[in-house]
């Protein structure tokens, strides 16, 4: 390919909502280059310094020059611009490739005569759980590359676990919240469709969350997420959000399960915590969001082996009691920009529990 050409000949057009990363893994499929190949070359011309190499971190097609070279060479539209490098939510993963996908929607890209294509919101940290098909989103593995578009076939799909079981959430869009709320998929469902609200600027139910604003929602949000990730034990430890039985995840339906025993040491350099932003698999993070789910829901029904309190505070005392004293020091020091009649109303003290 003529990296000089003012207009690439041939070019897939963008999905309405497909992200960025996803869009441009299927223009180097059409030239049978790798994204890192073709992104190289796309630095070349723009006279930057090419950073050729095996892999190729998604945040480099947000630089403006880069961008202004792919718009100009896929002749896109204005409104093919603005869907791709839409505005940031402050939620998007830090890796933000093609990594999740839903096996359902792949199937139906199939069926349509297309490549499976990467929605946006599958970049959102929030979102673990495909809310048109009720299933979990699965990790992207290395097979499914854009030059080996047979990867993707029904077959594979069909294979994944999360569709080997029953499908009872496939009408979420009319969906009983008491029902839902009584599953992990539904906890999972709920919590992440009120993040969802959130950020677009609409509060919370109070009856379901307490009084909160959509921003001191995400705040509390991304707090009790981060700290249910962390590690805050000096030795070898899954987090709070990890530690959860075989029956949580054969009824989460493989979407919870325990990570890698980690410490501090483990964590990158100057990072004492991690939070949903820093987590590929939506495993870890379905687990985070459905650990907040019981810490700050009014009605929340745990897996058929745990017993759930009745209210908030019953719950927080039980997850807090095995925490260590630094977790719940730093989730006490969190709490102090939270809106304090809502901790008052809503929470136990966490400094004294366990």
């Known amino acids: 390919m003529n990296a000089a050409l003012k207009v690439w000949p041939v070019c897939p057009r963008p999905q309405a909502d497909e992200s960025l990363p996803s869009w441009f893994e299927r223009v180097g499929y059409e030239y049978a280059m790798s994204p890192a190949l073709l992104l190289g070359a796309v630095e070349q011309a723009t006279g930057s310094k090419a950073k050729f190499g095996i892999s190729m971190p998604a945040s480099r097609l947000y630089e403006p020059r880069v961008a202004d070279r ?43 005569g297309r490549s499976p294509y990467g929605r946006r919101v599958w970049q959102q940290a929030w979102c673990t759980v495909c809310k048109v098909h009720g299933s979990a989103l699965t990790v992207r593995s290395l097979a499914h590359l854009p030059n080996n578009r047979s990867s993707w076939s029904h077959a594979a799909l069909k294979s994944q676990r999360e569709l080997l079981a ?14 839902l709320r009584s599953t992990i998929l539904g906890c999972l469902v709920e919590i992440e469709k009120t993040a969802a609200t959130a950020i677009a600027g609409n509060p919370p139910n109070p009856l379901f969350w307490g009084t909160l604003t959509a921003v001191s929602f995400l705040m509390i949000l991304e707090d009790v997420t981060t700290w249910a990730l962390t590690h ?19 009824e ?7 990570g890698q025993r980690m410490s501090v040491s483990d964590y990158p350099p100057k990072r004492l915590t991690r939070g949903l932003r820093t987590i590929t698999n939506p495993k870890v993070r ?42 719940r020091h730093w989730l006490a020091q969190r709490q102090t920009e939270w809106p304090p009649e809502y901790r008052r109303s809503r929470w136990i003290d966490v400094q004294v529990e366990g």
């Open 70 to 112: 792919l718009i100009a060479l896929a002749n896109l539209s204005g409104a093919e611009r603005d869907a791709l490098w839409s505005s940031s939510s402050d939620w998007e993963l830090n890796d933000r490739s093609f990594c999740t996908y839903c096996a359902h929607y792949c199937i139906a890209d199939l069926a349509a």
């Open 166 to 179: 029953p499908n009872r959430y496939r009408d979420l869009k009319v969906r009983s919240q008491p029902a």
């Open 232 to 250: 805050f034990e000096t030795v070898r430890s899954w987090s709070v959000a990890e530690d959860f039985t075989a029956t949580e995840e054969q």
């Open 252 to 258: 989460g339906y493989g979407l919870i399960g325990r």
């Open 286 to 327: 379905g687990a985070a969001l459905w650990t907040a789910h019981a810490l700050l829901a009014t009605c929340h029904t745990a897996a058929s082996d745990r017993s759930s309190g009745t209210t908030p505070q019953d719950r927080q005392a039980a997850l807090l009691a095995g925490s260590a004293p630094a977790s």
